[in-house]
C-alpha cells in the first residue's frame, strides 16, 4: 500500500487505459497502442509495476468494453423486472428504468392523455409488470445529431417499452432508497411552493442537479462559452455542504468533531440520491467520504489518491461510466487541477489562480467538448475567469442557504428574500451575456477525430509535467502544439480535393447542403422547418441543420437558395441567417418574405447562379403561375461528374411546361419534385429526365403518405436507384473531380421501395 501512496493513478490510469483501447477503431486505436506501448517501455527496470500495469490493461480492455446490444431489439409484451432509477415524471409523460433478472434494462414509457392525469406512483426498487411494446431506440437520422440511442448505450440501455395506459403497468414494493427518491420530490415541492420561481430554477439546478427549469438561452450561453461545469453539481458544491454543515454542527455545540463527521458519513449517500446521482455527484461525493474517513483517523491521504480510488471504485461498479460525457468531463478536469498544485501554489493572489484554474479547466476538456459540440470559444477564459468566482462564493452559497430558508422562514419572507435574489442574479447574468455578446468569436472546428483527441491530450499533458516543474519555454512549446493540432484539423476541409452533397432528413421537408471542394463554397438548397403543429420554429435548426454544418466544420454558409415559400423548404431560414454567416438568399421574383441583415437577389428562367467550383442554371419560374409550390425555382448544375436537378415542389403542369420549352432535360440526379407526391412526376418527365439516380426527402410514416406508392413505382420501372431519408437517413454524395460515389447515414437496404 506504501509504495503506491501518491501514485494509485497509475494503476487506475492503466485500468481505464483498457477500456478506452476497447473503444477505439482505426488510426486512433494505433495511435493509443504505440502510446502505451512508450509508457510501459518506461517501467521496463520496475518489473512489478510493469505487470501489474499489463494485467491491469487487459483487465481494463475485457471488462469496460462498450456494451453490446442484444440479438433481438424487439421482447416480450409483457415483462416482469425491477424499477432502478428514479421515476421522471413530467406534465406529458412518465419514464424510468427497469432491470430483470438476465440483467436487461429497459426504459419504460408511457404518455399521459393530459398535464393534470393523475398516474400512480412508481417506487425505485418496486418490482412491476409490464405490458406494451418494446423496441430498440430511434437513432440519430443525420450526421452531427444528437444520438439518444448512442446515449442510453452508454448506460446499458438498448431498448424502450412503451406503454399505453397507467394501468398496464402493477408494481409490488419498494427500496429502501425509494424513500430518499420520495424525500427528494417533497422537498422539491416545497421550494417550489415557498420561493421564487426565478430563484427556484436556479436552485433546483445547483441543489438537486434538475436543470430543466433554467431558460433555454441561458443553458445555450453556458454551453457556448464553457461554463456548463458550474451547472453540474461538482466536488465545489459537495465540498460547501460539507464544509457548511460541518461548521453548524461543530460550531454550535450541537456535535462534537467526531459526531459531525459521522453524520457527514451518513447524510453524504443520501445527499448523492437527492442532487440526482449523476457522475459528478457521485465523484464529489465518494472523494469527500474518503477525505472524512481519512481525517477521522487522523491520517493525510494525497488527492491524486482520492481521485483515484474514486475513480477505479465507479468504474468496478458502474463500468458504463467510462463511456459518459459527464463521467470523462468531471474527472479530466478534477485530475488536471490536482495535479497542478504545483503550479497554484507558484500563484501570486487570487485572480491568478482563477485565471490559471479557468485555463486548466478549459485545456483539459477541450479535445473531447470539441468532438461531442464542434465547436469552442477562444475567449471563453474570460467568461469563466468572472462567473466561477461569482458563482462558486455568491449564487451556489446562497442557493444553499434560500434552499434552507423555504424551510425555516415563512412563506412570505423566503419568497420576497429569493425575489431579490432572482433579480439581483438576473441582471448579472444579464450584463454577462452582453458583455458575451462582444466576446462571441466561435471557433468552428467540426466533430474532431479520436486520433486529433490522443494527440492533443499526449501534447496537454507534457505541457502540464513542465509547467508544473517550472519550465516555461517548454509548456510554452506543448501549449502552442496543441493549438496547432486544432488548427491543422480545422483546415484539413481547406485542403481536401473531396467535395459533398448532402440530402439531410429533417422529416417532412427538404434541406440539401453542398460542398465544394478545398472549401471553396457551401451552398444550401432549401432549409426546412418543423412542422406547422410545433410550437418551436427553430428546433429543425438547431437540432438537425446547425449540427450537421458544425460537425463538418461549417460555419459560413455562401449562398441559400430558397426554391419557394413554404415552411418544409423555408422555416430555418430565419435562424440560420441569425446564428451562422450566410452570405446570399436567392429566391424567385415571386417569393414574398424579404430576410434583414443578409443580401437577398431573385432569380428566374434562363439566370445562372455562379461561384467558383458551381455554376447553375436556373429553368424555372419564367412567370408568376399564381402557386407558391408551382413557382419553385428549378435549378439544375453538374458536380462530381454527374448532372442534377432540383425541382422543389412542382407538379405536373410545371413538368409539361418544362418539356415545351427546353430542348434537353436529362440529368443523373433527380430530386424528385414535392417529396414523392403523386401531383408530381409524369411518365412523359421521367422518361425525358432519364435520371440514373432519384432522391426523395420524406419524413418517415408521414401524414401524407409521401412518397406515394405510385411515384415509387415509375421509378423502379426505370430502374433508378432510389435514395430515401425516410428510409435511410441523410443521403451524400462524396465525389473527387468526377468520380463519386453515394452512401447513406443509416443502413440501407436495396430491396426496400
Same mark, same amino acid.
Given at each position: 500500500?506504501?509504495?503506491?501512496?501518491?501514485?494509485?493513478?497509475?494503476?487506475?490510469?492503466?485500468?481505464?487505459?483498457?477500456?478506452?483501447?476497447?473503444?477505439?477503431?482505426?488510426?486512433?486505436?494505433?495511435?493509443?497502442?504505440?502510446?502505451?506501448?512508450?509508457?510501459?517501455?518506461?517501467?521496463?527496470?520496475?518489473?512489478?509495476?510493469?505487470?501489474?500495469?499489463?494485467?491491469?490493461?487487459?483487465?481494463?480492455?475485457?471488462?469496460?468494453?462498450?456494451?453490446?446490444?442484444?440479438?433481438?431489439?424487439?421482447?416480450?409484451?409483457?415483462?416482469?423486472?425491477?424499477?432502478?432509477?428514479?421515476?421522471? *415524471?413530467?406534465?406529458?409523460?412518465?419514464?424510468?428504468?427497469?432491470?430483470?433478472?438476465?440483467?436487461?434494462?429497459?426504459?419504460?414509457?408511457?404518455?399521459?392523455?393530459?398535464?393534470?392525469?393523475?398516474?400512480?406512483?412508481?417506487?425505485?426498487?418496486?418490482?412491476?409488470?409490464?405490458?406494451?411494446?418494446?423496441?430498440?431506440?430511434?437513432?440519430?437520422?443525420?450526421?452531427?445529431?444528437?444520438?439518444?440511442?448512442?446515449?442510453?448505450?452508454?448506460?446499458?440501455?438498448?431498448?424502450?417499452?412503451?406503454?399505453?395506459?397507467?394501468?398496464?403497468?402493477?408494481?409490488?414494493?419498494?427500496?429502501?432508497?425509494?424513500?430518499?427518491?420520495?424525500?427528494?420530490?417533497?422537498?422539491?415541492?416545497?421550494?417550489?411552493?415557498?420561493?421564487?420561481?426565478?430563484?427556484?430554477?436556479?436552485?433546483?439546478?445547483?441543489?438537486?442537479?434538475?436543470?430543466?427549469?433554467?431558460? *433555454?438561452?441561458?443553458?445555450?450561453?453556458?454551453?457556448?462559452?464553457?461554463?456548463?461545469?458550474?451547472?453540474?453539481?461538482?466536488?465545489?458544491?459537495?465540498?460547501?455542504?460539507?464544509?457548511?454543515?460541518?461548521?453548524?454542527?461543530?460550531?454550535?455545540?450541537?456535535?462534537?468533531?467526531?459526531?459531525?463527521?459521522?453524520?457527514?458519513?451518513?447524510?453524504?449517500?443520501?445527499?448523492?440520491?437527492?442532487?440526482?446521482?449523476?457522475?459528478?455527484?457521485?465523484?464529489?461525493?465518494?472523494?469527500?467520504?474518503?477525505?472524512?474517513?481519512?481525517?477521522?483517523?487522523?491520517?493525510?491521504?494525497?488527492?491524486?489518491?482520492?481521485?483515484?480510488?474514486?475513480?477505479?471504485?465507479?468504474?468496478?461498479?458502474?463500468?458504463?461510466?467510462?463511456?459518459? #460525457?459527464?463521467?470523462?468531463?468531471?474527472?479530466?478536469?478534477?485530475?488536471?487541477?490536482?495535479?497542478?498544485?504545483?503550479?497554484?501554489?507558484?500563484?501570486?493572489?487570487?485572480?491568478?489562480?482563477?485565471?490559471?484554474?479557468?485555463?486548466?479547466?478549459?485545456?483539459?476538456?477541450?479535445?473531447?467538448?470539441?468532438?461531442?459540440?464542434?465547436?469552442?470559444?477562444?475567449?471563453?477564459?474570460?467568461?469563466?475567469?468572472?462567473?466561477?468566482?461569482?458563482?462558486?462564493?455568491?449564487?451556489?452559497?446562497?442557493?444553499?442557504?434560500?434552499?434552507?430558508?423555504?424551510?425555516?422562514?415563512?412563506?412570505?419572507?423566503?419568497?420576497?428574500?429569493?425575489?431579490?435574489?432572482?433579480?439581483?442574479?438576473?441582471?448579472?447574468?444579464?450584463?454577462?451575456?452582453?458583455?458575451?455578446?462582444?466576446?462571441?468569436?466561435?471557433?468552428?472546428?467540426?466533430?474532431?477525430?479520436?486520433?486529433?483527441?490522443?494527440?492533443?491530450?499526449?501534447?496537454?499533458?507534457?505541457?502540464?509535467?513542465?509547467?508544473?516543474?517550472?519550465?516555461?519555454?517548454?509548456?510554452?512549446?506543448?501549449?502552442?502544439?496543441?493549438?496547432?493540432?486544432?488548427?491543422?484539423?480545422?483546415?484539413?476541409?481547406?485542403?481536401?480535393?473531396?467535395?459533398?452533397?448532402?440530402?439531410?432528413?429533417?422529416?417532412?421537408?427538404?434541406?440539401?447542403?453542398?460542398?465544394?471542394?478545398?472549401?471553396?463554397?457551401?451552398?444550401?438548397?432549401?432549409?426546412?422547418?418543423?412542422?406547422?403543429?410545433?410550437?418551436?420554429?427553430?428546433?429543425?435548426?438547431?437540432?438537425?441543420?446547425?449540427?450537421?454544418?458544425?460537425?463538418?466544420?461549417?460555419?459560413?454558409?455562401?449562398?441559400?437558395?430558397?426554391?419557394?415559400?413554404?415552411?418544409?423548404?423555408?422555416?430555418?431560414?430565419?435562424?440560420?441567417?441569425?446564428?451562422?454567416?450566410?452570405?446570399?438568399?436567392?429566391?424567385?421574383?415571386?417569393?414574398?418574405?424579404?430576410?434583414?441583415?443578409?443580401?437577398?437577389?431573385?432569380?428566374?428562367?434562363?439566370?445562372?447562379?455562379?461561384?467558383?467550383?458551381?455554376?447553375?442554371?436556373?429553368?424555372?419560374?419564367?412567370?408568376?403561375?399564381?402557386?407558391?409550390?408551382?413557382?419553385?425555382?428549378?435549378?439544375?448544375?453538374?458536380?462530381?461528374?454527374?448532372?442534377?436537378?432540383?425541382?422543389?415542389?412542382?407538379?405536373?403542369?410545371?413538368?409539361?411546361?418544362?418539356?415545351?420549352?427546353?430542348?434537353?432535360?436529362?440529368?443523373?440526379?433527380?430530386?424528385?419534385?414535392?417529396?414523392?407526391?403523386?401531383?408530381?412526376?409524369?411518365?412523359?418527365?421521367?422518361?425525358?429526365?432519364? #435520371?440514373?439516380?432519384?432522391?426523395?426527402?420524406?419524413?418517415?410514416?408521414?401524414?401524407?403518405?409521401?412518397?406515394?406508392?405510385?411515384?415509387?413505382?415509375?421509378?423502379?420501372?426505370?430502374?433508378?436507384?432510389?435514395?430515401?431519408?425516410?428510409?435511410?437517413?441523410?443521403?451524400?454524395?462524396?465525389?473527387?473531380?468526377?468520380?463519386?460515389?453515394?452512401?447513406?447515414?443509416?443502413?440501407?437496404?436495396?430491396?426496400?421501395?
Amino acid at each position: 500500500m506504501n509504495a503506491f501512496t501518491g501514485r494509485w493513478h497509475l494503476p487506475v490510469l492503466a485500468f481505464a487505459a483498457g477500456g478506452v483501447l476497447a473503444s477505439l477503431e482505426g488510426e486512433a486505436f494505433y495511435i493509443f497502442v504505440l502510446l502505451i506501448t512508450v509508457i510501459l517501455y518506461g517501467f521496463r527496470a520496475h518489473i512489478p509495476q510493469l505487470l501489474l500495469s499489463l494485467v491491469l490493461l487487459a483487465a481494463g480492455f475485457i471488462y469496460l468494453t462498450p456494451p453490446s446490444p442484444p440479438a433481438s431489439m424487439k421482447g416480450p409484451d409483457t415483462w416482469t423486472a425491477v424499477i432502478d432509477s428514479e421515476v421522471k *415524471e413530467t406534465s406529458y409523460a412518465v419514464q424510468f428504468l427497469m432491470e430483470d433478472e438476465q440483467g436487461i434494462r429497459r426504459q419504460v414509457r408511457f404518455m399521459k392523455s393530459d398535464p393534470d392525469e393523475q398516474v400512480p406512483v412508481y417506487h425505485h426498487g418496486s418490482l412491476c409488470t409490464v405490458s406494451g411494446t418494446a423496441g430498440p431506440f430511434d437513432p440519430a437520422r443525420n450526421p452531427g445529431e444528437f444520438d439518444y440511442a448512442a446515449y442510453m448505450a452508454t448506460q446499458g440501455v438498448f431498448t424502450k417499452m412503451m406503454v399505453e395506459n397507467h394501468s398496464d403497468i402493477t408494481c409490488q414494493g419498494r427500496s429502501y432508497v425509494s424513500f430518499i427518491y420520495e424525500w427528494r420530490t417533497n422537498l422539491l415541492k416545497r421550494v417550489q411552493q415557498q420561493l421564487d420561481p426565478g430563484a427556484c430554477s436556479w436552485i433546483k439546478a445547483l441543489v438537486f442537479g434538475e436543470k430543466d427549469a433554467i431558460p *433555454e438561452e441561458i443553458t445555450e450561453w453556458f454551453q457556448t462559452y464553457n461554463l456548463s461545469h458550474i451547472l453540474a453539481i461538482s466536488g465545489l458544491h459537495a465540498g460547501l455542504l460539507a464544509g457548511g454543515v460541518y461548521m453548524v454542527l461543530y460550531r454550535s455545540g450541537l456535535a462534537t468533531r467526531r459526531q459531525a463527521g459521522v453524520f457527514l458519513l451518513l447524510f453524504l449517500p443520501s445527499y448523492t440520491i437527492l442532487a440526482g446521482a449523476a457522475p459528478s455527484v457521485i465523484r464529489a461525493c465518494v472523494m469527500a467520504l474518503i477525505v472524512l474517513l481519512f481525517s477521522m483517523v487522523n491520517h493525510r491521504i494525497p488527492l491524486s489518491d482520492v481521485i483515484a480510488w474514486t475513480a477505479g471504485f465507479l468504474l468496478v461498479w458502474k463500468p458504463d461510466y467510462l463511456h459518459q #460525457a459527464g463521467f470523462q468531463f468531471s474527472f479530466l478536469v478534477t485530475f488536471s487541477l490536482i495535479l497542478s498544485v504545483p503550479v497554484l501554489k507558484r500563484a501570486s493572489g487570487l485572480w491568478q489562480q482563477t485565471i490559471i484554474i479557468s485555463l486548466i479547466c478549459l485545456l483539459s476538456i477541450l479535445p473531447l467538448q470539441i468532438r461531442y459540440f464542434y465547436e469552442f470559444q477562444p475567449l471563453s477564459l474570460f467568461a469563466n475567469v468572472a462567473m466561477v468566482p461569482y458563482f462558486s462564493f455568491f449564487v451556489i452559497p446562497v442557493s444553499f442557504l434560500l434552499f434552507l430558508s423555504a424551510f425555516v422562514l415563512p412563506g412570505d419572507v423566503s419568497r420576497g428574500v429569493s425575489s431579490l435574489f432572482s433579480d439581483f442574479h438576473h441582471r448579472i447574468l444579464s450584463a454577462g451575456m452582453s458583455a458575451g455578446d462582444l466576446l462571441d468569436i466561435p471557433w468552428v472546428i467540426g466533430e474532431l477525430a479520436s486520433s486529433a483527441v490522443l494527440v492533443f491530450m499526449i501534447l496537454f499533458v507534457r505541457m502540464m509535467i513542465h509547467w508544473c516543474r517550472g519550465k516555461l519555454e517548454r509548456c510554452f512549446a506543448y501549449g502552442a502544439a496543441c493549438a496547432g493540432v486544432l488548427m491543422v484539423y480545422a483546415s484539413l476541409p481547406y485542403l481536401s480535393p473531396e467535395g459533398t452533397v448532402t440530402m439531410l432528413d429533417i422529416g417532412q421537408g427538404d434541406s440539401f447542403v453542398i460542398e465544394l471542394p478545398y472549401r471553396k463554397g457551401v451552398w444550401m438548397i432549401d432549409a426546412a422547418g418543423p412542422p406547422p403543429y410545433m410550437e418551436d420554429e427553430t428546433r429543425t435548426a438547431k437540432t438537425v441543420i446547425v449540427p450537421f454544418l458544425k460537425s463538418r466544420g461549417i460555419d459560413t454558409i455562401d449562398t441559400i437558395l430558397i426554391t419557394h415559400e413554404d415552411s418544409d423548404h423555408n422555416g430555418s431560414v430565419p435562424y440560420l441567417i441569425d446564428q451562422l454567416d450566410v452570405g446570399n438568399v436567392v429566391t424567385s421574383p415571386f417569393y414574398p418574405v424579404q430576410y434583414k441583415g443578409v443580401k437577398q437577389r431573385e432569380a428566374s428562367a434562363g439566370d445562372h447562379l455562379k461561384t467558383d467550383g458551381l455554376s447553375m442554371r436556373v429553368l424555372h419560374p419564367a412567370e408568376n403561375t399564381g402557386d407558391a409550390n408551382d413557382n419553385s425555382l428549378v435549378v439544375t448544375f453538374d458536380l462530381g461528374g454527374k448532372s442534377w436537378m432540383f425541382t422543389g415542389d412542382i407538379s405536373v403542369p410545371v413538368e409539361k411546361q418544362l418539356l415545351q420549352d427546353l430542348p434537353d432535360v436529362r440529368t443523373d440526379v433527380l430530386k424528385v419534385a414535392h417529396h414523392g407526391s403523386d401531383t408530381s412526376s409524369s411518365d412523359a418527365w421521367l422518361d425525358e429526365v432519364n #435520371a440514373g439516380t432519384a432522391w426523395v426527402s420524406a419524413g418517415v410514416e408521414n401524414s401524407y403518405g409521401h412518397p406515394h406508392e405510385e411515384v415509387v413505382e415509375k421509378l423502379m420501372e426505370r430502374d433508378m436507384l432510389i435514395l430515401r431519408t425516410d428510409q435511410s437517413g441523410a443521403v451524400h454524395y462524396n465525389f473527387y473531380g468526377d468520380d463519386g460515389t453515394f452512401s447513406t447515414f443509416l443502413p440501407y437496404n436495396a430491396s426496400r421501395k
